[in-house]
């Protein structure tokens, strides 16, 4: 017998040893994971589960978590029922370790606002994280909405705290801390030691957490003034909450920023006024002669003819015939909007990752990425002490001028690069480099939805609340308001914190004079509610007529009057369901999509077995599906419209009912399933975005 060939013990576990150091060096430096974008892009990668790991998202969620909520508890093959569709008071704290359950519910929200249509991608992800958005996703006045409001939640908010922070500096109210500020700048300046100063206090601010309050101690943005920096009474006439501009109160964390965005966005005029209807026609189902939809005018285009029936009255040309600049000027626009929405969500996501990168969130580790910044700021600290002002000034202007006069040999460097290392830009993105494997919002929520279903625990919807919060002070803790040293907090007494914050119902109405009042105000005169109130009595009658007829277009065969069966509710209905069977329609048909985990391959299915509403679907063989798809198969999913967008804004305000969505799914062969009239759409969409193996891109 030939003798075997045995490895020293040594050699296995010293490999070991390297491959974890050169990980650990790879992770620490800002070099992209993999280079395969440029040396093999055509190269194709699937997985169908979420323990095959192929990114960093599905890596962490399936891993064993040192500190662990109620999701991360071992059970049995059942699904868990955490506390979908009960009151926050009734739902286990914390659901996920190192995490409050409403800075959880706030992820959820948002990511129910930002995501519309996800495809599967089968390269290789930026910074090994999917959910990414693609270069050519689609564009909507709808969509655009969510990007400006969510870059106003994570942006102009945030801007808006660092302004009042260096006002609260200047102002010297806090007499100690600006005296500080302002010896250590001066003594700095006289030693020419400014920059020095300066770059080692973004080290110590970067890594070291504690330092940031210290600085800078916290208060809610709406009780300091931007201008003298003092205290000043909230624009919503309460501090109903601490990190919103205007105080207003809210029921869950955040939500009074969301309102916030909202009301910012419905400022614009325009184009933006389109957006604000909800125009979003990829989403729309399809229409026929007759539907609603056909009988409702484009609301959209009283403005435009409101704008020319001005013009005209003020002598100018009549209508668009005249103007040969009108359609030129509208597509320039609108095409234009796209690459707008893509630059706008491209801020988002880098302040975003920053904000991520500074104070991570579990699971995401808690040091890596602030010393791979801070790594980057230590050479400045280096360079500013042996380097003199005249040389860096030098070099400055030098760089200037070579990039204004040196395009011949950028053009020709661009195009030598372009043709040997093709998409080599990729490599050197934030995301692929010192903001490698940290998530954006939605990749963190995206992560936190897979840690669940790993754990066979879906993360319960953020809770309803269909009443207004009480107008009342919010409490303050030493988190949302303190001071540094000895001094009070804004140095203002505690009546006077007392009396900004109380409730004022006369300072939400205040604006900034009579001239601002006039532009505002707009009152309809008691003829004009009763003519309102006429009008949306026969639109409420007309909108029932057409819902009726609905019906028997449906019986008929017409698919458009199908989809629409049940996408406005009873008033009374019950829409509970989740997290396992979602009340649902298929081709018009009522009954349940279901999702089956105990089988061998995990799969979504829609039953008309009214049984199902009593007893559920788990364990059940007795069920036969009109269809079933396996979750490892899903290539897409897509929000639609349960109506037309016009539809939507008429049962709106005529009935003041919700709609129920729908949702597409669409598997590897191209096949698309089309789900109707789904109260719980965001829900089912985050079970399946979150349950198999796929490496998703955001369109």
Same mark, same amino acid.
Not at 475 to 488: Q, W
Not at 595 to 616: H, L, M, N
């Given at each position: 017998?030939?003798?075997?060939?045995?490895?020293?013990?040594?050699?296995?576990?010293?490999?070991?040893?390297?491959?974890?150091?050169?990980?650990?060096?790879?992770?620490?430096?800002?070099?992209?994971?993999?280079?395969?974008?440029?040396?093999?892009?055509?190269?194709?990668?699937?997985?169908?589960?979420?323990?095959?790991?192929?990114?960093?998202?599905?890596?962490?969620?399936?891993?064993?978590?040192?500190?662990?909520?109620?999701?991360?508890?071992?059970?049995?093959?059942?699904?868990?029922?955490?506390?979908?569709?009960?009151?926050?008071?009734?739902?286990?704290?914390?659901?996920?370790?190192?995490? #409050?359950?409403?800075?959880?519910?706030?992820?959820?929200?948002?990511?129910?606002?930002?995501?519309?249509?996800?495809?599967?991608?089968?390269?290789?992800?930026?910074?090994?994280?999917?959910?990414?958005?693609?270069?050519?996703?689609?564009?909507?006045?709808?969509?655009?909405?969510?990007?400006?409001?969510?870059?106003?939640?994570?942006?102009?908010?945030?801007?808006?705290?660092?302004?009042?922070?260096?006002?609260?500096?200047?102002?010297?109210?806090?007499?100690?801390?600006?005296?500080?500020?302002?010896?250590?700048?001066?003594?700095?300046?006289?030693?020419?030691?400014?920059?020095?100063?300066?770059?080692?206090?973004?080290?110590?601010?970067?890594?070291?957490?504690?330092?940031?309050?210290?600085?800078?101690?916290?208060?809610?943005?709406?009780?300091?003034?931007?201008?003298?920096?003092?205290?000043?009474?909230?624009?919503?006439?309460?501090?109903?909450?601490?990190?919103?501009?205007?105080?207003?109160?809210?029921?869950?964390?955040?939500?009074?920023?969301?309102?916030?965005?909202?009301?910012?966005?419905?400022?614009?005029?325009?184009?933006?006024?389109?957006?604000?209807?909800?125009?979003?026609?990829?989403?729309?189902?399809?229409?026929?002669?007759?539907?609603?939809?056909?009988?409702?005018? #484009?609301?959209?285009?009283?403005?435009?003819?409101?704008?020319?029936?001005?013009?005209?009255?003020?002598?100018?040309?009549?209508?668009?015939?005249?103007?040969?600049?009108?359609?030129?000027?509208?597509?320039?626009?609108?095409?234009?909007?796209?690459?707008?929405?893509?630059?706008?969500? #491209?801020?988002?996501?880098?302040?975003?990752?920053?904000?991520?990168?500074?104070?991570?969130?579990?699971?995401?580790?808690?040091?890596?990425?602030?010393?791979?910044?801070?790594?980057?700021?230590?050479?400045? !600290?280096?360079?500013?002490?042996?380097?003199?002002?005249?040389?860096?000034?030098?070099?400055?202007?030098?760089?200037?001028?070579?990039?204004?006069?040196?395009?011949?040999?950028?053009?020709?460097?661009?195009?030598?690069?372009?043709?040997?290392?093709?998409?080599?830009?990729?490599?050197?993105?934030?995301?692929?480099?010192?903001?490698?494997?940290?998530?954006?919002?939605?990749?963190?929520?995206?992560?936190?939805?897979?840690?669940?279903?790993?754990?066979?625990?879906?993360?319960?919807?953020?809770?309803?609340?269909?009443?207004?919060?009480?107008?009342?002070?919010?409490?303050?803790?030493?988190?949302?308001?303190?001071?540094?040293?000895?001094?009070?907090?804004?140095?203002?007494?505690?009546?006077?914190?007392?009396?900004?914050?109380?409730?004022?119902?006369?300072?939400?109405?205040?604006?900034?004079?009579?001239?601002?009042?006039?532009?505002?105000?707009?009152?309809?005169?008691?003829?004009?509610?009763?003519?309102?109130?006429?009008?949306?009595?026969?639109?409420?009658?007309?909108?029932?007529?057409?819902?009726?007829?609905?019906?028997?277009?449906?019986?008929?065969?017409?698919?458009?009057?199908?989809?629409?069966?049940?996408?406005?509710?009873?008033?009374?209905?019950?829409? !509970?369901?989740?997290?396992?069977?979602?009340?649902?329609?298929?081709?018009?048909?009522?009954?349940?999509?279901?999702?089956?985990?105990?089988?061998?391959?995990?799969?979504?299915?829609?039953?008309?077995?009214?049984?199902?509403?009593?007893?559920?679907?788990?364990?059940?063989?007795?069920?036969?599906?009109?269809?079933?798809?396996?979750?490892? #198969?899903?290539?897409?999913?897509?929000?639609?419209?349960?109506?037309?967008?016009?539809?939507?804004?008429?049962?709106?305000?005529?009935?003041?009912?919700?709609?129920?969505?729908?949702?597409?799914?669409?598997?590897?062969?191209?096949?698309?399933?089309?789900?109707?009239?789904?109260?719980?759409?965001?829900?089912?969409?985050?079970?399946? !975005?979150?349950?198999?193996?796929?490496?998703?891109?955001?369109?």
């Amino acid at each position: 017998m030939a003798a075997e060939e045995t490895k020293p013990e040594g050699s296995s576990s010293g490999n070991a040893l390297g491959t974890a150091l050169r990980t650990a060096l790879t992770d620490a430096l800002p070099v992209p994971t993999t280079a395969q974008p440029v040396s093999d892009p055509e190269q194709h990668e699937t997985a169908n589960s979420l323990a095959e790991e192929p990114t960093l998202s599905h890596a962490l969620a399936t891993d064993d978590h040192e500190e662990k909520g109620v999701v991360q508890e071992s059970r049995d093959d059942e699904v868990a029922d955490l506390g979908w569709n009960e009151k926050k008071e009734n739902i286990a704290a914390p659901l996920v370790g190192g995490m #409050d359950n409403e800075d959880l519910w706030l992820l959820i929200r948002r990511f129910n606002k930002q995501m519309y249509h996800v495809k599967e991608v089968p390269n290789s992800v930026p910074g090994n994280l999917d959910l990414n958005i693609a270069d050519e996703e689609e564009f909507s006045p709808d969509k655009l909405r969510a990007t400006v409001e969510r870059f106003y939640m994570s942006v102009v908010v945030g801007l808006l705290a660092a302004v009042k922070h260096v006002a609260r500096l200047r102002s010297w109210r806090e007499t100690r801390r600006t005296s500080c500020f302002c010896a250590a700048y001066f003594i700095a300046w006289m030693f020419d030691f400014i920059v020095p100063l300066l770059t080692v206090t973004i080290i110590a601010l970067i890594v070291y957490p504690p330092s940031r309050k210290a600085l800078f101690p916290p208060a809610p943005i709406a009780l300091v003034d931007s201008t003298s920096g003092g205290v000043q009474k909230p624009k919503a006439g309460v501090l109903g909450s601490v990190d919103s501009a205007t105080g207003a109160p809210e029921h869950h964390k955040g939500e009074a920023v969301e309102q916030e965005a909202s009301s910012f966005f419905n400022g614009f005029t325009s184009i933006v006024v389109t957006s604000a209807t909800g125009k979003n026609l990829q989403a729309d189902p399809p229409t026929e002669d007759g539907s609603p939809d056909d009988s409702v005018p #484009d609301p959209t285009g009283l403005a435009v003819t409101a704008a020319e029936a001005k013009d005209v009255a003020a002598g100018g040309r009549p209508g668009s015939k005249h103007d040969n600049t009108k359609i030129p000027v509208e597509n320039a626009m609108w095409t234009k909007m796209r690459p707008i929405m893509h630059g706008i969500a #491209d801020v988002s996501d880098t302040w975003e990752r920053f904000a991520n990168a500074l104070s991570p969130t579990p699971p995401f580790p808690k040091d890596i990425y602030r010393l791979r910044l801070a790594a980057l700021v230590v050479p400045l !600290v280096l360079v500013s002490i042996f380097l003199s002002s005249y040389v860096f000034v030098k070099g400055a202007t030098f760089g200037i001028g070579f990039g204004f006069f040196g395009d011949p040999v950028i053009t020709r460097g661009l195009t030598w690069l372009n043709r040997n290392y093709p998409h080599w830009e990729k490599l050197l993105e934030l995301r692929n480099t010192i903001l490698k494997g940290v998530p954006t919002n939605a990749q963190l929520t995206l992560t936190l939805l897979r840690i669940g279903e790993a754990n066979k625990a879906p993360l319960p919807p953020p809770p309803r609340v269909n009443s207004p919060p009480p107008d009342k002070p919010v409490e303050i803790t030493d988190a949302e308001l303190r001071a540094t040293g000895a001094e009070p907090p804004l140095n203002a007494t505690d009546s006077e914190l007392q009396a900004a914050m109380a409730h004022d119902p006369q300072t939400a109405h205040e604006t900034g004079g009579a001239d601002i009042d006039a532009a505002k105000g707009a009152k309809h005169g008691r003829r004009g509610s009763k003519i309102l109130g006429f009008f949306k009595g026969t639109t409420k009658g007309a909108v029932k007529t057409a819902m009726g007829a609905d019906h028997a277009r449906a019986k008929a065969g017409s698919r458009p009057a199908k989809y629409r069966l049940g996408a406005v509710p009873r008033a009374n209905a019950n829409l !509970v369901s989740g997290p396992v069977d979602f009340q649902a329609r298929y081709e018009g048909h009522k009954g349940h999509v279901y999702i089956t985990t105990k089988a061998t391959i995990p799969a979504v299915a829609f039953s008309t077995d009214s049984t199902i509403e009593r007893i559920g679907s788990a364990e059940r063989e007795d069920l036969h599906p009109l269809w079933s798809i396996a979750v490892g #198969d899903i290539a897409g999913l897509k929000k639609v419209g349960g109506l037309g967008w016009k539809s939507k804004i008429v049962v709106g305000w005529s009935l003041g009912r919700e709609v129920a969505d729908g949702l597409e799914i669409t598997d590897r062969r191209g096949c698309v399933t089309r789900i109707t009239a789904l109260p719980l759409r965001d829900e089912l969409f985050n079970r399946l !975005v979150a349950m198999g193996g796929q490496k998703w891109e955001a369109w």
